[in-house]
Protein backbone atom coordinates (compact mmCIF):
# COMPACT_ATOMS: atom_id res chain seq x y z
CA UNK A 1 0.00 0.00 0.00
CA UNK A 2 2.88 2.07 0.81
CA UNK A 3 4.51 2.18 -2.63
CA UNK A 4 1.53 3.54 -3.89
CA UNK A 5 1.80 6.80 -2.40
CA UNK A 6 3.65 9.84 -3.10
CA UNK A 7 7.16 9.58 -2.07
CA UNK A 8 7.46 12.62 0.49
CA UNK A 9 10.21 15.25 1.41
CA UNK A 10 9.87 17.33 4.31
CA UNK A 11 12.66 19.53 5.01
CA UNK A 12 11.72 21.86 8.75
CA UNK A 13 10.98 19.23 11.78
CA UNK A 14 10.66 21.81 14.69
CA UNK A 15 7.74 22.66 17.13
CA UNK A 16 5.01 22.55 14.30
CA UNK A 17 7.14 20.51 11.68
CA UNK A 18 7.89 17.53 13.10
CA UNK A 19 3.99 16.44 14.02
CA UNK A 20 3.07 17.49 10.78
CA UNK A 21 5.34 15.45 9.68
CA UNK A 22 4.66 12.23 11.71
CA UNK A 23 1.06 12.81 10.29
CA UNK A 24 2.00 12.36 7.02
CA UNK A 25 4.04 9.57 8.00
CA UNK A 26 1.29 7.76 10.01
CA UNK A 27 -1.11 8.11 6.98
CA UNK A 28 1.16 5.58 4.95
CA UNK A 29 3.32 8.18 3.02
CA UNK A 30 7.43 7.23 2.62
CA UNK A 31 9.12 9.98 4.30
CA UNK A 32 12.51 11.69 3.56
CA UNK A 33 12.85 14.64 5.68
CA UNK A 34 15.55 16.74 6.94
CA UNK A 35 16.60 19.40 9.58
CA UNK A 36 19.24 21.52 9.87
CA UNK A 37 19.70 20.28 13.70
CA UNK A 38 19.62 16.56 12.90
CA UNK A 39 18.61 15.79 16.77
CA UNK A 40 15.49 17.56 15.78
CA UNK A 41 14.19 15.08 13.41
CA UNK A 42 15.58 12.26 15.28
CA UNK A 43 12.41 10.59 16.39
CA UNK A 44 10.83 10.60 13.12
CA UNK A 45 13.71 8.56 11.72
CA UNK A 46 13.61 6.75 14.61
CA UNK A 47 9.92 5.65 13.83
CA UNK A 48 10.75 5.00 10.09
CA UNK A 49 11.49 8.02 7.95
CA UNK A 50 14.68 8.63 6.11
CA UNK A 51 17.10 10.80 7.20
CA UNK A 52 18.86 13.36 4.45
CA UNK A 53 22.11 14.89 4.81
CA UNK A 54 20.69 17.97 2.81
CA UNK A 55 17.93 19.41 1.26
CA UNK A 56 19.26 18.70 -2.30
CA UNK A 57 19.40 14.80 -1.32
CA UNK A 58 16.21 15.00 0.65
CA UNK A 59 14.07 16.32 -2.27
CA UNK A 60 16.05 14.43 -5.04
CA UNK A 61 13.24 11.59 -5.90
CA UNK A 62 10.64 12.96 -3.95
CA UNK A 63 7.00 13.45 -5.66
CA UNK A 64 5.58 16.03 -3.26
CA UNK A 65 8.16 18.16 -1.06
CA UNK A 66 6.87 20.31 2.25
CA UNK A 67 8.93 22.73 3.88
CA UNK A 68 8.32 24.96 6.93
CA UNK A 69 11.32 27.16 8.30
CA UNK A 70 11.59 30.04 10.24
CA UNK A 71 11.88 32.88 7.87
CA UNK A 72 11.58 34.43 4.39
CA UNK A 73 15.06 34.54 3.92
CA UNK A 74 15.08 31.12 4.68
CA UNK A 75 12.88 30.32 1.98
CA UNK A 76 14.28 32.01 -0.55
CA UNK A 77 17.96 30.73 0.08
CA UNK A 78 15.90 27.28 0.18
CA UNK A 79 14.11 27.59 -3.01
CA UNK A 80 16.11 30.06 -5.29
CA UNK A 81 19.91 29.30 -4.81
CA UNK A 82 21.82 27.75 -7.53
CA UNK A 83 21.65 24.03 -5.92
CA UNK A 84 18.13 24.60 -4.00
CA UNK A 85 14.97 22.95 -4.28
CA UNK A 86 14.02 24.09 -8.01
CA UNK A 87 16.57 22.80 -9.23
CA UNK A 88 17.33 19.95 -7.37
CA UNK A 89 14.05 18.35 -7.50
CA UNK A 90 12.87 16.20 -10.36
CA UNK A 91 10.18 17.58 -12.91
CA UNK A 92 6.73 17.28 -12.14
CA UNK A 93 7.05 17.22 -8.61
CA UNK A 94 4.72 19.87 -6.45
CA UNK A 95 6.43 21.84 -4.03
CA UNK A 96 4.38 23.29 -1.29
CA UNK A 97 5.94 26.09 1.67
CA UNK A 98 3.94 25.79 5.15
CA UNK A 99 6.52 28.92 6.36
CA UNK A 100 4.37 32.04 7.15
CA UNK A 101 6.07 34.47 4.62
CA UNK A 102 6.33 36.89 1.82
CA UNK A 103 3.38 36.90 -0.34
CA UNK A 104 5.85 38.26 -3.01
CA UNK A 105 8.35 35.99 -2.26
CA UNK A 106 5.51 33.11 -2.84
CA UNK A 107 4.62 34.56 -6.43
CA UNK A 108 8.47 34.63 -7.43
CA UNK A 109 9.22 30.91 -6.05
CA UNK A 110 5.42 29.96 -7.76
CA UNK A 111 6.81 31.94 -11.22
CA UNK A 112 10.39 29.96 -11.16
CA UNK A 113 8.64 26.77 -10.67
CA UNK A 114 5.98 27.05 -13.02
CA UNK A 115 9.30 27.65 -15.75
CA UNK A 116 10.99 24.66 -14.89
CA UNK A 117 7.93 21.75 -14.83
CA UNK A 118 7.19 21.92 -11.37
CA UNK A 119 4.62 23.61 -9.21
CA UNK A 120 4.70 25.20 -6.10
CA UNK A 121 2.15 27.29 -4.07
CA UNK A 122 2.31 28.83 -0.19
CA UNK A 123 -0.01 27.10 2.11
CA UNK A 124 0.61 28.39 5.37
CA UNK A 125 -0.81 27.05 8.22
CA UNK A 126 -2.99 27.88 11.49
CA UNK A 127 -3.78 26.35 14.94
CA UNK A 128 -0.63 26.23 16.83
CA UNK A 129 1.72 23.30 17.65
CA UNK A 130 -1.89 21.56 19.56
CA UNK A 131 -3.17 21.80 16.37
CA UNK A 132 -0.22 20.62 14.41
CA UNK A 133 -0.12 17.43 17.41
CA UNK A 134 -3.89 16.86 16.99
CA UNK A 135 -3.54 16.94 13.40
CA UNK A 136 -6.90 19.91 12.98
CA UNK A 137 -4.78 22.69 11.28
CA UNK A 138 -6.19 25.24 8.75
CA UNK A 139 -4.37 25.20 5.67
CA UNK A 140 -4.50 28.71 3.67
CA UNK A 141 -3.59 28.14 0.05
CA UNK A 142 -2.55 30.59 -2.16
CA UNK A 143 -3.68 28.19 -4.88
CA UNK A 144 -6.70 26.83 -6.44
CA UNK A 145 -8.74 23.99 -5.79
CA UNK A 146 -7.86 22.56 -8.98
CA UNK A 147 -4.46 23.20 -8.11
CA UNK A 148 -3.98 20.99 -5.08
CA UNK A 149 -6.54 17.70 -5.71
CA UNK A 150 -3.08 15.81 -6.57
CA UNK A 151 -1.90 16.67 -3.33
CA UNK A 152 -5.39 17.83 -1.21
CA UNK A 153 -5.06 13.94 0.76
CA UNK A 154 -1.48 14.97 1.73
CA UNK A 155 -2.68 18.10 3.43
CA UNK A 156 -5.73 16.25 4.56
CA UNK A 157 -3.72 13.83 6.41
CA UNK A 158 -2.74 17.08 8.91
CA UNK A 159 -5.61 19.47 8.43
CA UNK A 160 -8.72 19.64 9.46
CA UNK A 161 -10.01 23.16 7.16
CA UNK A 162 -8.49 23.86 3.77
CA UNK A 163 -9.32 27.07 2.18
CA UNK A 164 -8.00 27.90 -1.38
CA UNK A 165 -7.26 31.79 -2.06
CA UNK A 166 -7.11 31.29 -6.11
CA UNK A 167 -3.25 32.31 -6.57
CA UNK A 168 0.32 32.61 -5.42
CA UNK A 169 0.74 34.83 -2.33
CA UNK A 170 -2.33 35.14 -1.54
CA UNK A 171 -2.18 32.33 0.79
CA UNK A 172 0.33 34.08 2.67
CA UNK A 173 -1.96 37.43 2.53
CA UNK A 174 -4.83 35.56 4.07
CA UNK A 175 -2.21 34.17 6.75
CA UNK A 176 -1.03 37.47 7.52
CA UNK A 177 -4.90 38.70 7.87
CA UNK A 178 -5.06 35.94 10.47
CA UNK A 179 -1.98 36.72 12.73
CA UNK A 180 -3.14 40.40 12.47
CA UNK A 181 -6.37 39.29 14.53
CA UNK A 182 -4.07 37.45 16.54
CA UNK A 183 -1.73 39.98 17.46
CA UNK A 184 -4.64 42.48 18.96
CA UNK A 185 -6.09 39.29 20.73
CA UNK A 186 -3.27 38.81 22.73
CA UNK A 187 -3.08 42.64 23.51
CA UNK A 188 -6.87 42.36 24.75
CA UNK A 189 -6.30 39.15 26.52
CA UNK A 190 -3.44 41.25 28.48
CA UNK A 191 -4.57 44.16 28.90
CA UNK A 192 -7.93 42.61 30.18
CA UNK A 193 -6.09 40.29 32.52
CA UNK A 194 -4.08 43.07 34.07
CA UNK A 195 -6.94 45.14 34.43
CA UNK A 196 -8.77 42.40 36.54
CA UNK A 197 -5.10 41.42 38.47
CA UNK A 198 -5.84 44.87 39.38
CA UNK A 199 -9.01 45.40 40.15
CA UNK A 200 -8.90 42.34 42.23
CA UNK A 201 -10.77 39.83 40.47
CA UNK A 202 -10.27 36.32 40.19
CA UNK A 203 -8.46 36.10 36.98
CA UNK A 204 -10.13 32.42 36.15
CA UNK A 205 -13.74 33.67 36.68
CA UNK A 206 -13.30 36.72 34.60
CA UNK A 207 -11.64 34.45 31.78
CA UNK A 208 -14.65 32.42 31.65
CA UNK A 209 -16.53 35.10 32.12
CA UNK A 210 -15.38 37.10 28.68
CA UNK A 211 -15.50 33.60 26.88
CA UNK A 212 -19.53 33.84 27.02
CA UNK A 213 -19.67 36.79 25.22
CA UNK A 214 -18.17 38.62 22.20
CA UNK A 215 -15.29 39.10 23.69
CA UNK A 216 -14.21 35.57 23.53
CA UNK A 217 -10.91 34.96 21.40
CA UNK A 218 -8.40 31.83 20.61
CA UNK A 219 -5.97 34.02 23.03
CA UNK A 220 -8.10 34.03 25.71
CA UNK A 221 -9.33 30.22 25.84
CA UNK A 222 -6.27 28.70 24.99
CA UNK A 223 -3.31 31.17 26.04
CA UNK A 224 -4.58 32.87 28.92
CA UNK A 225 -4.57 29.42 31.09
CA UNK A 226 -0.85 28.99 30.42
CA UNK A 227 -0.17 32.77 31.10
CA UNK A 228 -2.05 32.09 34.31
CA UNK A 229 -0.26 29.11 35.44
CA UNK A 230 3.01 30.63 34.29
CA UNK A 231 3.33 28.43 31.44
CA UNK A 232 5.86 29.80 29.15
CA UNK A 233 6.56 27.32 26.60
CA UNK A 234 6.59 28.04 22.80
CA UNK A 235 3.75 26.66 21.20
CA UNK A 236 4.13 29.49 19.01
CA UNK A 237 7.39 31.62 19.30
CA UNK A 238 7.58 35.65 20.01
CA UNK A 239 10.37 35.78 17.59
CA UNK A 240 8.36 34.08 14.98
CA UNK A 241 4.99 36.27 15.80
CA UNK A 242 7.01 38.86 15.39
CA UNK A 243 8.13 38.44 12.14
CA UNK A 244 4.92 37.92 11.11
CA UNK A 245 3.56 41.17 12.68
CA UNK A 246 6.22 42.52 10.38
CA UNK A 247 5.36 41.08 7.07
CA UNK A 248 1.73 42.54 8.00
CA UNK A 249 2.81 45.60 8.68
CA UNK A 250 5.54 45.92 5.06
CA UNK A 251 2.60 44.57 3.32
CA UNK A 252 0.15 47.36 4.38
CA UNK A 253 2.80 50.06 4.45
CA UNK A 254 3.02 48.89 0.61
CA UNK A 255 -0.52 49.53 0.45
CA UNK A 256 -0.60 52.12 1.99
CA UNK A 257 -2.73 51.12 4.94
CA UNK A 258 -2.53 51.57 9.01
CA UNK A 259 -3.04 48.75 11.36
CA UNK A 260 -2.95 50.43 14.32
CA UNK A 261 -3.49 47.47 15.98
CA UNK A 262 -0.94 45.68 14.68
CA UNK A 263 1.91 48.47 15.56
CA UNK A 264 0.74 48.18 18.82
CA UNK A 265 0.97 44.65 19.33
CA UNK A 266 4.47 45.00 17.21
CA UNK A 267 5.65 47.49 19.94
CA UNK A 268 4.89 45.16 22.69
CA UNK A 269 6.66 42.08 21.44
CA UNK A 270 9.36 43.75 20.15
CA UNK A 271 9.88 44.84 23.66
CA UNK A 272 9.87 41.58 25.07
CA UNK A 273 12.10 40.12 23.09
CA UNK A 274 14.18 42.58 23.41
CA UNK A 275 14.49 41.88 26.77
CA UNK A 276 14.77 37.97 26.48
CA UNK A 277 11.88 36.73 25.70
CA UNK A 278 12.50 35.56 21.98
CA UNK A 279 12.09 31.87 22.32
CA UNK A 280 9.25 32.14 24.69
CA UNK A 281 5.47 31.20 24.07
CA UNK A 282 3.35 34.32 23.05
CA UNK A 283 1.88 33.90 25.77
CA UNK A 284 4.80 35.73 27.48
CA UNK A 285 3.45 39.51 26.35
CA UNK A 286 1.38 39.25 29.68
CA UNK A 287 4.83 39.51 31.80
CA UNK A 288 4.90 42.86 30.29
CA UNK A 289 2.47 43.70 32.81
CA UNK A 290 3.64 42.08 35.71
CA UNK A 291 6.35 43.13 38.82
CA UNK A 292 9.67 42.77 37.64
CA UNK A 293 10.65 39.88 39.88
CA UNK A 294 8.12 38.06 37.53
CA UNK A 295 9.55 38.53 34.52
CA UNK A 296 13.01 38.19 36.25
CA UNK A 297 11.32 34.65 37.11
CA UNK A 298 10.51 33.39 33.70
CA UNK A 299 13.93 34.61 32.37
CA UNK A 300 13.93 38.26 31.16
CA UNK A 301 16.32 41.41 31.85
CA UNK A 302 14.67 44.46 31.70
CA UNK A 303 18.12 46.11 32.14
CA UNK A 304 18.54 45.31 28.24
CA UNK A 305 15.82 47.19 27.05
CA UNK A 306 16.99 50.06 29.22
CA UNK A 307 20.19 49.90 28.17
CA UNK A 308 19.21 49.91 24.48
CA UNK A 309 16.98 52.70 24.61
CA UNK A 310 18.73 55.29 27.02
CA UNK A 311 19.82 58.32 25.71
CA UNK A 312 18.56 57.29 22.06
CA UNK A 313 20.76 54.51 21.27
CA UNK A 314 19.02 51.82 19.65
CA UNK A 315 15.65 51.04 18.94
CA UNK A 316 14.31 47.51 20.70
CA UNK A 317 14.36 46.11 16.73
CA UNK A 318 17.98 45.94 16.78
CA UNK A 319 19.04 48.70 14.12
CA UNK A 320 20.79 51.49 14.97
CA UNK A 321 19.16 54.79 13.99
CA UNK A 322 21.91 57.06 14.24
CA UNK A 323 23.16 55.87 11.17
CA UNK A 324 19.70 56.56 9.67
CA UNK A 325 18.49 52.42 9.67
CA UNK A 326 14.95 51.64 9.38
CA UNK A 327 12.82 49.97 12.19
CA UNK A 328 11.93 46.69 11.38
CA UNK A 329 8.38 47.97 11.92
CA UNK A 330 8.81 50.02 8.46
CA UNK A 331 8.17 53.05 9.80
CA UNK A 332 11.01 56.11 8.90
CA UNK A 333 12.60 57.34 11.52
CA UNK A 334 14.10 60.29 10.64
CA UNK A 335 17.69 61.81 10.92
CA UNK A 336 18.95 61.25 14.40
CA UNK A 337 15.32 61.09 16.60
CA UNK A 338 14.18 57.61 16.37
CA UNK A 339 10.25 57.61 16.88
CA UNK A 340 8.94 54.03 17.91
CA UNK A 341 6.20 52.26 16.02
CA UNK A 342 3.52 54.84 17.48
CA UNK A 343 4.63 57.85 16.84
CA UNK A 344 5.93 58.15 20.76
CA UNK A 345 9.47 59.65 20.79
CA UNK A 346 12.51 58.06 22.34
CA UNK A 347 14.56 61.30 22.93
CA UNK A 348 15.72 62.26 26.28
CA UNK A 349 12.87 61.23 28.33
CA UNK A 350 11.74 57.95 26.98
CA UNK A 351 8.16 57.33 26.58
CA UNK A 352 7.45 53.75 25.82
CA UNK A 353 4.87 52.42 23.69
CA UNK A 354 1.55 53.05 25.15
CA UNK A 355 2.80 56.81 25.90
CA UNK A 356 -1.21 57.93 25.07
CA UNK A 357 -3.12 57.84 27.86
CA UNK A 358 -0.74 56.05 30.05
CA UNK A 359 1.91 58.65 31.13
CA UNK A 360 5.30 58.38 30.67
CA UNK A 361 7.09 55.18 31.54
CA UNK A 362 10.23 55.45 33.35
CA UNK A 363 12.79 52.55 32.62
CA UNK A 364 15.27 54.29 34.65
CA UNK A 365 16.23 53.79 38.14
CA UNK A 366 13.21 52.18 39.05
CA UNK A 367 11.65 50.04 36.22
CA UNK A 368 8.27 51.22 35.17
CA UNK A 369 6.67 48.57 32.81
CA UNK A 370 4.23 49.76 29.93
CA UNK A 371 1.49 49.48 32.16
CA UNK A 372 2.58 51.02 35.32
CA UNK A 373 2.90 47.41 37.46
CA UNK A 374 6.42 47.76 38.81
CA UNK A 375 9.18 46.62 41.30
CA UNK A 376 12.88 47.37 42.04
Same mark, same amino acid.
Given at each position: ?????????????????????????????????????????????????????????????????????????????????????????????????????????????????????????????????? $?????????????????????????????????????????????????????????????????????????????????????????????????????????????????????????????????????????????????????????????????????????????????????????????????????????????????????????????????? $????????????????????
Amino acid at each position: MADTKQRVAFIGTGIMGAPIAGHIMDAGYPLTVYNRTEAKAQPLVERGAVWAASPAEAVRDADVVFTMVGYPEDVEELYLSSDGLLAASKLGAVLIDLTTSSPALARDIAEAAAVSDRMAFDCPVTGGES $GAIAGTLTAIAGATERDIEPVRALLETFTARIFCFGGAGKGQSAKLANQIVLASSMVGMADALSLAQQSGLDLEQTRKMILTGTGASGAMDSLAPKALDGDWKPGFMVKHFIKDIRLALEEAEEKEIALPGADTAYALYDMLDAIGGAELGTQAITLLYQEEGDAVAAGLDWSLYTNAHEHGDECGCGHDHERGDECGCGHDHGEGEHECCHGHHHDGDHECCHGE $GHGHHDHGEGHECCHGHHGK
